[in-house]
């Protein structure tokens, strides 16, 4: 899975699972994945369409309740043999306030850090929703209008790709860009990884 051709379109279809398509800038679909619900510890497993009979990763968060205290969870990503390719790590309290996580080799090196853009939106989007009924009403036009962005920074502190939320009522679609030149030796990584923040974050903005 190396030699993406970006942008990448990783887009929730309309089901009563989490299942979630990934494309290429030519439309070539590059995962099908599908989320294990209502578990203490999540679980999500990328096929290669949506038939589901070709598994190529795995990805599950380490520790008991993980799913449950996902400010600070660790995913291990592997291939289907069980061959380790790293993880996401959350960054703990900073999580809470917006997103903030690294994305590590097998080895437990940082290569990757994504962050929020914008944590702020996050904190006035919960403020508006507090309000009953009418918050309610407000907080999804404000998720039609406002969406949030994150930047991927590789180990240098360059910015490698950003990830945009595009505007939607009844989906949640994602364009990640390519924001410098970078080896694909870390795409699979990086692939695997973005999966992961957009199940973590499909409910942000």
Request: avoid cysteine; proline fraction near 3%; charged fraction near 25%.
């Given at each position: ?12 279809k ?10 290429d800038?030519d439309?070539?679909?590059l995962?099908?994945v ?11 497993k990328?096929f ?21 205290l996902d ?8 291939r ?8 996401l790590q ?8 917006g997103?903030?996580?690294?994305l590590?080799a097998?080895?437990?090196q ?20 507090a ?26 502190g360059q ?7 595009k505007?939607s009522l009844f989906s949640?679609r994602?364009k ?8 694909p030796?870390?795409?699979e990584?990086?692939?695997m ?6 199940l ?6």
């Open positions: 899975m190396q030699n993406l051709r970006f942008p990448l379109t990783l887009e929730f309309f089901s009563i699972f989490t299942e979630l398509q990934v494309h800038a439309g070539q679909l995962a099908y599908r989320e294990k619900t209502f578990s203490v510890r999540d679980e999500v990328v290669t369409d949506s038939s589901r009979q070709v598994q190529t990763h795995g990805m599950r968060a380490q520790g008991f309740m993980a799913g449950a400010w600070k969870a660790k995913r291990l990503i592997r289907s043999d069980g061959t380790e390719i790293g993880a959350a960054q703990g309290m900073k999580t809470l306030w997103a903030s996580y690294e590590l097998p080895d437990g940082v290569l990757f850090t994504i962050k929020d853009d914008h944590p702020w939106l996050g904190v006035i989007e919960g403020l508006i929703g309000v009953p009924f009418v918050g309610d009403l407000v907080a999804m036009g404000f998720d039609y209008l406002v969406n949030p962005t994150y930047t991927v920074t590789d180990a240098g910015a490698a790709y950003r990830v945009h939320k505007r949640r994602f990640v860009e390519e924001l410098t030149p970078r080896s030796q870390n795409d990584l990086v692939l990884g973005l999966i992961q923040l957009v973590r974050e499909r409910e942000r903005g």
